[in-house]
């Protein structure tokens, strides 16, 4: 495992993707009209179903040449131009989205950190809407055997929609060591500050921010390693981390920010376009702006201490065969 530094992986950042964006796979062969909206459907076998290839002429038109003569991957030679084809589909990706042994390569950007859904029974962690230095074992361990469901579950469902040798990349959210909490803890508690001080002033109820939880766990490498190994359908080719700061913006070499209120308004911007449909369906739409201004003048104060730095997992994964 290998650590290094990085200001903008993949020209991606977290906070700026949401999990229906984050989503990608190549399969063999398809292309889609440019412009044109296809409507996929899922039959009773629950083995989606993609539009129909069309034939002859009309094939050719869409499909490169080297495809329409039947060239395989594994006869284009080395520096040699190969057609990739793309398709978003919607949906979870907890769920099957493509028909068996369909797909080459799929790619996760910042997406697998979120959980399918907030561990039943959270009653310690108060009025904090995620995981803090003061949260039980207990809550730990909750939102860890929620985060092993969920991620077994994403690899046994891909799995099934590769082709034999196919791979993925998975770029997420995690932290360093068991002894720490990670930053996102910091990133969270910085808006749970914010909607407690909506609270003390009326703004907010206090039990609708007792039952606002959110649905994300940042694991160890060894954690998500550990589950690949036991789920059995994937090898590790690779596995690398590195840093990325809060603000998308900020490309200085600097260890400490420069501007902090505007940084706070960059990462709390970043923040809102991920978390915003989670808060305002949980607090009315009507407090965004008053709470995310909040949220951005939070973020000023903390990265005067320094400039926090996400934690990132990249993991290299091939189909077992």
């Known amino acids: 495992m290998q650590h290094h530094s990085c200001k903008d992986p993949c020209g991606c950042r977290p906070g700026l993707l949401l999990r229906s964006q984050c989503f990608s796979g190549h399969l063999p062969g398809r292309s889609l009209r440019r412009g044109a909206l296809h409507q996929v459907r899922t039959p009773p076998t629950g083995d989606p179903i993609l539009p129909q290839r069309p034939s002859g002429k009309r094939l050719q038109q869409l499909i490169p040449l080297s495809f329409a003569r039947g060239k395989r991957a594994r006869d284009v030679k080395a520096g040699e131009d190969v057609p990739l084809y793309f398709m978003g589909l919607p949906g979870s990706f907890y769920e099957r989205l493509f028909p068996q042994r369909s797909v080459h390569f799929f790619h996760t950007s910042y997406s697998l950190m979120w959980l399918s859904q907030v561990p039943r029974g959270l009653e310690d962690l108060e009025s904090n809407i995620y995981l803090t230095e003061e949260s039980s074992p207990r809550s730990w361990k909750m939102y860890l055997e929620q985060y092993k469901s969920d991620f077994s579950r994403f690899l046994k469902l891909r799995s099934k929609e590769l082709f034999f040798g196919g791979r993925m990349i998975l770029t997420f959210l995690g932290r360093r060591k068991p002894s720490t909490c990670g930053e996102l803890t910091h990133l969270w508690r910085l808006l749970s500050d914010a909607l407690r001080d909506m609270v ?117 994964l091939k189909l077992n065969e």
């Not at 039952?211 to 690398?240: D, N, R, W």
């Not at 702006?289 to 990132?312: E, Q």
């Open 200 to 316: 003390d002033e009326g703004l907010v109820q206090g039990d609708i921010l007792n039952a606002c939880k959110f649905p994300q766990y940042a694991p160890l490498m060894e954690e998500v390693t550990t589950i690949v190994k036991m789920e059995g359908s994937f090898c590790i080719e690779e596995a690398h981390t590195f840093e990325s700061t809060w603000d998308p913006l900020d490309e200085s070499n600097e260890d400490v920010v420069l501007d902090e209120v505007s940084s706070g308004k960059n990462v709390a911007a970043c923040i809102r376009a991920v978390a915003e449909p989670l808060l305002s369906s949980h607090f009315g739409g009507g407090l965004m702006d008053d709470l995310f201004c909040r949220y951005a003048k939070n973020i000023a104060k903390h990265v005067l201490k320094g400039k926090p730095k996400h934690f990132v997992l990249v993991l290299a």
